[in-house]
């Protein structure tokens, strides 16, 4: 997958054979699926080489900066010494970050690029402003909300009120439901964001909303930042106090989180999250974020944020086509979700999660999702496809047509193993021209 990976694969070999075995395997198995997980994404080569740099022996606990007077003032604020590169790389990633997601307005917000995921990122600003017990909103889990977002079996749901709010009949985010139960609950933190909603958000209607009820809007775009970055859909900012996201997914970074929020809560946001959650950042990672960042801000990458979003439509409407249910009707960002159990009699199946199965016997790696209306999110009806990854090993409408009808004659297979292994032997050939061996 990556042009360094076979001396990567040697050096290993040379101390850890097993571990080397199982680097070359992930790296085949990469090579002869097609990637459709939407949360998944490839990096390029500058970025897995900065992961792997030397950054990763250093201790970098605290920051790069001092506040005082409610102003973060370049300073060594770090625990240990030989601080001079962490610091610069890291006001480095600053800039970068504050450049791409608020541009001209870079001096009215503040950048926290620490968090280790996406899920720390959240739990920071939620434990910046609410105390055990407080209310807030977000979206449930098997409306397309994440676990962060208030579900009771994660700490956001256990330690804090989250009152979960849903979409309609037809899988569309109420905005005036919404409303409604933010006047009735006046939570003080509203989190707009989802985790597999196809649509795109209407982040002036949360904007309006959480003024209107005193709260502070969060929007966790852990999907659609790359979208956003790219100019192929429309920024939280300003309507947003805080912005967090994962850094990978339509990105491309690697594997962290990134905290933007208006310049006077980033005290209260930096220290929620050191010390409050995490000791030292992965100096590491945030050397891969700068390069992933930088790549980012090249006018390219707005050609692949659009590429993504026309990738997925044409997948869609394939799909939809052949008479697989949508949620939502079809997709406006990168991500699809299917309702395989309620999909016409000439695609649908029985089970989902053994769907998910069935496609990566075929070669085509997706995952089981719940829809609205399933009563269990680990026995869902859906299946949840993104065209992040597929885009970025060059693909475009004509290879989606081909996709999806692997996609169809695998549901059509109903579970026939030589079917699906014949699938995936074409796929195989398939996909032979967009991988690097």
């Not at 990633?93 to 990122?121: C, I, T, W």
């Not at 659609?224 to 491309?252: N, Q, V, W």
Request: hydrophobic share 45%; aromatic share 6%; net charge negative.
């Amino acid at each position: 997958m990556y042009a360094q990976l076979s001396s990567i694969i040697d050096l290993v070999a040379d101390e850890d054979a097993d571990v080397a075995a199982l680097i070359a395997a992930e790296n085949l198995r990469q090579n002869e699926n097609i990637p459709l997980i939407p949360s998944e994404n490839i990096v390029s080569d500058a970025v897995a080489a900065a992961l792997s740099s030397c950054f990763t022996n250093k201790y970098a606990e605290g920051y790069p900066h001092k506040w005082k007077d409610g102003v973060a003032q370049v300073a060594n604020g770090r625990y240990y010494q030989g601080q001079a590169n962490t610091n610069q790389l890291e006001r480095l990633v600053m800039d970068r970050a504050l450049k791409l997601f608020v541009g001209d307005e870079a001096d009215k917000y503040h950048a926290n690029v620490q968090a280790l995921s996406g899920a720390p990122a959240n739990l920071a600003v939620l434990s910046a402003f609410l105390s055990p017990g407080d209310t807030f909103m977000g979206l449930a889990l098997d409306n397309g909300g994440h676990l962060t977002h208030g579900h009771k079996v994660n700490i956001t749901g256990k330690f804090f009120h989250a009152v979960q709010y849903g979409l309609t009949a037809e899988g569309l985010l109420d905005y005036d439901a919404i409303e409604k139960l933010a006047m009735e609950n006046k939570p003080k933190i509203i989190i707009c964001g989802a985790t597999a909603y196809p649509l795109t958000i209407d982040f002036k209607r949360f904007g309006e909303i959480a003024k209107k009820c005193g709260a502070l809007l969060m929007a966790d775009v852990s999907h659609i930042a790359g979208l956003i970055a790219g100019g192929a859909h429309e920024s939280c900012f300003p309507y947003a106090d805080i912005m967090t996201t994962t850094t990978h997914k339509t990105l491309r970074g690697p594997r962290a989180g990134l905290i933007i929020c208006k310049k006077e809560l980033g005290e209260k946001i930096d220290k929620a999250l050191f010390p409050g959650l995490q000791g030292g950042p992965h100096m590491n990672t945030i050397a891969a974020l700068a390069v992933a960042l930088k790549e980012a801000l090249d006018p390219k990458f707005k050609d692949y944020a659009h590429q993504i979003v026309i990738n997925a439509k044409a997948l869609a409407e394939d799909l939809k086509a052949a008479g697989f249910k949508l949620i939502g009707n079809g997709t406006e960002n990168h991500l699809i979700l299917m309702d395989v159990i309620h999909s016409s009699d000439a695609v649908k199946v029985d089970d989902a999660s053994r769907f998910a199965e069935d496609l990566e016997t075929a070669h085509l790696v997706a995952n089981k999702n719940a829809v609205p209306g399933d009563l269990k999110p680990w026995i869902p009806s859906g299946i949840r496809l993104g065209t992040p990854a597929v885009t970025t090993l060059g693909m475009k409408e004509n290879e989606m047509h081909q996709i999806a009808g692997f996609i169809i004659r695998a549901a059509q297979a109903k579970g026939d193993s030589e079917k699906l292994k014949a699938i995936g032997e074409e796929v195989k050939t398939f996909l032979q021209p967009f991988t690097k061996g």
